[in-house]
Every structure is written in structure tokens, then in C-alpha cells.
T-cell receptor
Framework: GENVEQHPSTLSVQEGDSAVIKCTYSDSASNYFPWYKQELGKGPQLIIDIRSNVGEKKDQRIAVTLNKTAKHFSLHITETQPEDSAVYFCAASTSGTYKYIFGTGTRLKVLA | KAGVTQTPRYLIKTRGQQVTLSCSPISGHRSVSWYQQTPGQGLQFLFEYFSETQRNKGNFPGRFSGRQFSNSRSEMNVSTLELGDSALYLC???????????FGPGTRLLVL
């Protein structure tokens, strides 16, 4: 069935360093890939998304890259700050299915 | 605009009981999705509604059901509760499919 694998499950970085989280999806028809940040006690919040007709998208310190051939997409956070500490989820969806498949999450800790 | 609201925020039930959770989407949003979040399984898709129609359903038993009203508010019901139903239930709304999903804070259900 449809599946999204996410790695690593936990990631600790020093403040100011970069963080990279990787996801692999199984459905080659997937065409929309959002990333969410979830802080303690809150619902997930969209931080960036990418569609299959684009290879890379940037928003300030956050970027997402997509490799359709390999069915991989990655989240890159540069110049990490303590407030970036949270759980990050990737997701994939396919037109016409009306559902999102989420990865299992990455707990990011930014050490001051 | 007010965000997605979910009620109640916390709920304690015993095995065999049933429960109804409510979600009010952002004004103007017609798509509402429900997810179950547990530490072991991550975010799992339950169902999606648009204009009172269920467009897709995840791999959950028939004890899990939902509906959407004409004002786009949605409810989900779980009958004959089991210990394994303990989870955070998240609702998300969007203006359309593959548009940004905005999550509510969730309802934390504990089944004893």
C-alpha cells in the first residue's frame, strides 16, 4: 500500500548548523508534498510544500527538494535556532485520492 | 479569521463506550480531514469530507465514522471504544484538495 518513510527519527544539531530530514514515498503518482512542524500541545502547522512540477522551493531558512525519479524529498533548515526544535512530519498526496500519507516524524533538537 | 477549533480538548472514556468529537473548520473552508495520532503509528488518515460528502476513508474499522454538516462543521464518532483508541484526534480544514491544510489543536482521548 501507500507508504512514506521518514528519516531520521531524531536529530540533534548545534544552533547555527543545518538540519536535513529525508522522506521516501511509494506511490509514483504522488504529486503534492507538504512539510509540517508540530510543537508540544499543538496541531501540526504547514511550513513549506512542493508540487511535483517543481524540483526545489525555498522560504528563508527552509528549503525542500524533490527527486521524482528516486521518489525522495527532503527538508533543509539552515542556521537552526532553538525555536526550530519540534517534531517535523513529511506527507505525500495523490490527485483524486483526497488523503495525505504522513511520515512517522522527526524530533529535531537544536542545542544552544 | 479564527482557526480550526476542536471540542472537547480532553476526554476520558471507558472501554465499550462511544464518543463524538467535533471540529469547526476555518470559515469558508469546505474540506475537513480527520487524523489519529499515536506515538507508535504517527499520523494516520481517518477520512475526508467535502460539502457533506465523504471522499475517502482510511484503513480503520467501521467503529470509526464521521459526518459533515451543511455549515462544514464535522463530527467523528467512535463506538465500542477499545484501549487502543487512546490517541490525539486531529482535524484539518482546507479550501480545497491539495491546498494548505490547517490543523486544529486536537482532542486527546484516553480510554480506560
Amino acid at each position: 500500500g501507500e507508504n512514506v518513510e521518514q528519516h531520521p527519527s531524531t536529530l540533534s544539531v548545534q544552533e547555527g548548523d543545518s538540519a536535513v530530514i529525508k522522506c521516501t514515498y511509494s506511490d509514483s503518482a504522488s504529486n503534492y508534498f507538504p512539510w509540517y512542524k508540530q510543537e508540544l500541545g499543538k496541531g501540526p502547522q504547514l511550513i513549506i510544500d512542493i508540487r511535483s512540477n517543481v524540483g526545489e522551493k525555498k522560504d528563508q531558512r527552509i528549503a525542500v527538494t524533490l527527486n521524482k525519479t528516486a521518489k525522495h524529498f527532503s527538508l533543509h533548515i539552515t542556521e537552526t535556532q532553538p525555536e526550530d526544535s519540534a517534531v517535523y512530519f513529511c506527507a505525500a498526496s495523490t490527485s483524486g485520492t483526497y488523503k495525505y500519507i504522513f511520515g512517522t516524524g522527526t524530533r529535531l533538537k537544536v542545542l544552544a | 479569521k479564527a482557526g480550526v477549533t476542536q471540542t472537547p480538548r480532553y476526554l476520558i472514556k471507558t472501554r465499550g463506550q462511544q464518543v463524538t468529537l467535533s471540529c469547526s473548520p476555518i470559515s469558508g473552508h469546505r474540506s475537513v480531514s480527520w487524523y489519529q495520532q499515536t506515538p507508535g503509528q504517527g499520523l494516520q488518515f481517518l477520512f475526508e469530507y467535502f460539502s457533506e460528502t465523504q471522499r475517502n476513508k482510511g484503513n480503520f474499522p467501521g467503529r470509526f465514522s464521521g459526518r459533515q454538516f451543511s455549515n462544514s462543521r464535522s463530527e467523528m464518532n467512535v463506538s465500542t471504544l477499545e484501549l487502543g483508541d487512546s490517541a490525539l484526534y486531529l482535524c484539518a480544514s482546507s479550501s480545497g484538495y491539495q491546498e494548505t491544510q490547517y490543523f486544529g489543536p486536537g482532542t486527546r482521548l484516553l480510554v480506560l
